[in-house]
């Protein structure tokens, strides 16, 4: 079982240093799984640029995603979603969620580096 998939391209919009903190963070206990423009990143799974097929079969172990804060509508994002993805993204962007979509989506704030909902446990899981 994948924890967490991150579809990572090497963009000035796209990731930025609190996105590093966040993954480096998560990898001392989870599974965390890269595709896209290679970067390296410890204790993750780099595995490469894969095609729309493959996507999907990761997409299927897959607990987690998490956005760049750029688009909250990627193709990718929608790709999350109809497979049950659950997307991690910055808080700040809220206002691009639609409103039937919001349970979908995990608000992070990276400043406070914490979870805006206290019911989230998703880390003890």
Same mark, same amino acid.
């Given at each position: 079982?994948?924890?967490?998939?991150?579809?990572?391209?090497? $963009?000035?919009?796209?990731?930025?240093? $609190? $996105?590093?903190?966040?993954?480096?963070?998560?990898?001392?206990?989870?599974?965390?799984?890269?595709?896209?423009?290679?970067?390296?990143?410890?204790?993750?799974?780099?595995?490469?640029?894969?095609?729309?097929?493959?996507?999907?079969?990761?997409?299927? $172990?897959?607990?987690?995603?998490?956005?760049?804060?750029?688009?909250?509508?990627?193709?990718?994002?929608?790709?999350?979603?109809?497979?049950?993805?659950?997307?991690?993204?910055?808080?700040?962007?809220?206002?691009?969620?639609?409103?039937?979509?919001?349970?979908?989506?995990?608000?992070?704030?990276?400043?406070?580096?914490?979870?805006?909902?206290?019911?989230?446990?998703?880390?003890?899981?």
């Amino acid at each position: 079982k994948i924890f967490m998939i991150i579809y990572y391209r090497n $963009h000035e919009n796209k990731f930025f240093k $609190h $996105h590093y903190n966040f993954i480096n963070k998560l990898t001392k206990n989870k599974k965390v799984v890269i595709f896209g423009d290679y970067i390296k990143i410890p204790k993750t799974s780099y595995v490469g640029k894969l095609n729309r097929v493959e996507i999907l079969k990761y997409l299927k $172990h897959s607990r987690y995603s998490l956005s760049g804060d750029d688009n909250l509508l990627s193709l990718f994002n929608l790709e999350c979603l109809r497979n049950d993805v659950k997307i991690i993204y910055n808080y700040k962007l809220k206002f691009q969620i639609p409103k039937n979509l919001v349970k979908y989506y995990i608000p992070y704030n990276y400043e406070k580096k914490k979870f805006l909902y206290k019911s989230i446990f998703w880390l003890n899981r």
